[in-house]
Structures are given as C-alpha cells and as structure tokens.
C-alpha cells in the first residue's frame, strides 16, 4: 500500500517547482483511492492572485477531475499547513483527510480553532524536516 511519505514527496516536487520559479515553496497533490488526481504548487507571484495557493489550485483541480465540488474518498497532500483561506475552501469541498508536512506558527489553520469539516481528518508532521529546511532556504535567498 502507498503511504503518506510517498504522496508528500511528490508534494515537496510540486514545492520545489514552486521555488524554483520564486514562489513561497508550497506544494500540494489530491489523491483518491491511490490515484493523484490534481497537484499544485503556489503561484500567487506568477497570477498576481493572492488566492492562488497550492492548496487552492489543487482543490480545482481535483473538482475538475472528478465531476464535483466535493471530494469525498480524497486526501490533500500539503507541505505547509494550510492558512485559514485554504482551511475554509476545504471545509466546503469536504476532503476526508488533510495531511501536511510542517507547521505555520503565524498563520496556520490550526492557531484560530477547528475549520475543517467535522468529518475530515487531520495528519501533521509527514516530512516535516524536508518541507522545512525548502522553506528556510527560499526565505534565506529572499533576504540576501
């Protein structure tokens, strides 16, 4: 059975797509029953759209791909927790399961309560290191 390192992994490529083209690294995939059915990466530089979040270019595109505004029997894949905009956008898709990598301390989710949907489950810390250290790096260059 494929597990969680295996879709956070191809979420950090999506993060390093995203710092190569200097963007905040943050990758995301959607899978269903094992199957990537969407991935983004952030490109709010890129679109000039500060909504364009990995998370959110991926809950479109996984809403596309299967035929529905929900995903249900789907998993996000996400390499930094999800800010409070992402949070509410996955609360009304109804994802059964968000899983990401490192915390946000200034802006995650989880610092304003419970926003996700009752039902969705919530896995921290899968390659936390890894997503960190990109994260570091990225923000490293941007200063010098």
């Known amino acids: 059975m494929i597990g ?32 990537i059915i969407a ?12 909504t364009a979040h990995a998370e959110m270019i991926a809950i479109t595109s996984a809403a596309n791909s299967i035929g529905s505004k929900y995903l249900k029997n789907c998993t996000l894949y996400v390499t930094l927790e999800p800010c409070v905009m992402c ?3 996955l609360f009304w898709s109804q994802i059964d399961r968000v899983v ?8 995650g989710f989880t610092r304003v309560g419970q926003l996700l949907h009752p039902k969705t489950q919530v896995v921290s810390g899968i390659l936390q ?16």
Do not use: C, W
């Open 4 to 35: 969680h390192e295996y879709f956070m992994r191809l979420a950090l490529k999506e993060a390093e797509e995203a710092f190569r083209k200097g963007e905040i690294p943050v990758g995301a995939v959607i899978e269903s029953e094992g199957v």
């Open 39 to 50: 991935k983004g990466h952030n490109q709010t530089e890129a679109l000039d759209d500060v």
């Open 87 to 89: 949070a509410g956008a």
């Open 100 to 107: 990401y990598a490192a915390d946000d301390p200034k802006r």
């Open 129 to 144: 290191k890894e997503a960190e250290a990109l994260l570091l790096e990225f923000f490293q260059k941007l200063r010098k």
